[in-house]
């Protein structure tokens, strides 16, 4: 029997040993971080190191450092604090539905064309700023194909407008070196689950002497930033996850997590697998590839693969119920109904992607003699 082969961390990575047990080390004990008792001061120490740690990993102050409980909460406050300038704001067709839907919410939104490997370009990202724009987006790494974005040049061109912008780095945190301050973006999302940390717990980085008005009012948690009593656990969970990968952990990480994608693309190249590769092949976050399956309907190649014991996913798919085209592969001009999402990270092992190139074929093979006899 082989264990199960997990290739879907871009959806949620497993948790990592120290987040878990600074997590769990958390879950045990009671104090809400604004009272002045001792089981309150606890927790704040527990949030304040946390905030030190994120901060440090993401080359950002700590007081840039807002918790939220994901990216899609930080994005939707970066969408909504900007709101308060202008109804405007510029989404490249490639983001996430947490920043397009939010986007949409306030106003007209422009979409931004990309190329064919789902990369935007810069003069087309300014030429959609308009005077009403109150918010830029250009997110960092993309989730579905993989693709970096030109974020260092994106930042400067909008700051240089003086316009806002905000990067979503979901996919980026983790997996590339992240540095806040060096990027110069106004606001930017990260989320835990994403690389290892715990699931409901991220962060809206806030460039220091920006301010907008919260999303959530209420209690004045996170300087009057972000009400509502902080989840403790899972912050100090991130906050441990993030001073182990500290001091080059990044990097590392990343270099394996680029080695097992490239000997997933390696691994079926040959023409004969009816298999093509979306996105950029080299300008891509390390733990993501994604592949076009000509002939063969995504669910089947899910099931086929999730049956030997491996789970994948493909944008084309999006909930379990429904067949939807890919929103990302449509605006890239490719077929965006088939499609294989491979994602890897930081349990992925060698022996994972021996599996995978083992049986990829025959579900393929398999599938496609099922249509010839349909
Ligand atoms: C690029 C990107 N942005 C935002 C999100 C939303 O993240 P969260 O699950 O933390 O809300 C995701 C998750 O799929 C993502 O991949």
Redesign the pocket.
């Known amino acids: 029997m082989f264990e199960r082969v997990y290739l879907d961390h871009?959806?949620?990575s497993p948790l990592r040993p120290e987040a878990r047990a600074a997590l769990v080390e958390q879950l045990d004990r009671t104090g809400d971080p604004g009272r002045i008792h001792a089981e309150g001061l606890t927790s704040r120490v527990a949030v304040e190191d946390a905030r030190q740690q994120v901060a440090e990993l993401l080359g950002a102050r700590p007081r840039e450092v807002v918790f939220t409980?994901?990216?899609?909460?930080?994005?939707a406050a970066a969408c909504w604090g900007a709101a308060a300038r202008g109804a405007h704001q510029v989404v490249p067709a490639v983001?996430?539905s947490?920043?397009r839907l939010a986007a949409e919410r306030h106003g007209p939104v422009t979409r931004v064309p990309v190329d064919g490997r789902g990369r935007v370009a810069v003069e087309d990202v300014l030429a959609a700023v308009c005077p009403e724009t109150a918010l830029v987006h250009v997110?960092w790494?993309?989730?579905e194909v993989g693709t970096l974005q030109p974020v260092a040049e994106a930042v400067a061109a909008c700051r240089e407008r003086g316009v806002l912008v905000h990067v979503?780095a979901?996919?980026a945190a983790g997996h590339v070196d992240v540095d806040f301050r060096a990027l110069g973006a106004d606001l930017m999302?990260v989320?835990?689950?994403?690389f290892g940390g715990p699931?409901g717990v991220?962060a809206l980085l806030v460039r220091q002497g920006l301010r907008l008005p919260p999303l959530l009012v209420g209690g004045d948690q996170e300087r009057a930033r972000r009400a509502g009593l902080e989840n403790i656990a899972a912050i100090a969970g991130l906050g441990a996850l993030c001073g182990s990968l500290a001091g080059g952990g990044v990097a590392a990480d990343g270099e394996e997590q680029r080695r097992l994608t490239q000997r997933i693309l390696d691994g079926v190249a040959d023409p004969a697998l009816g298999l093509v590769v979306y996105g950029d092949p080299v300008g891509r976050v390390p733990h993501i590839v994604c592949l076009g399956v000509e002939g063969v309907e995504p669910q089947a190649v899910l099931l086929g693969l999730d049956r030997l014991g491996i789970s994948a996913h493909s944008g084309s798919a999006c909930s379990s119920e429904s067949l939807e085209p890919s929103p990302v592969l449509e605006a890239m001009g490719v077929d965006a109904h088939h499609s294989l999402r491979l994602s890897v990270g930081w349990s992925t092992t060698d022996a994972d992607v021996d599996r995978l190139l083992a049986v990829l074929p025959t579900v393929l093979a398999d599938l496609r003699a099922l249509a010839r006899t349909q």
Do not use: F, L, Y
């Open positions: 871009a959806s949620t409980s994901g990216a899609t909460e930080a994005i983001e996430h947490a920043v997110q790494g993309n989730h979503d979901a996919q999302s989320s835990a689950h994403k699931s991220g």
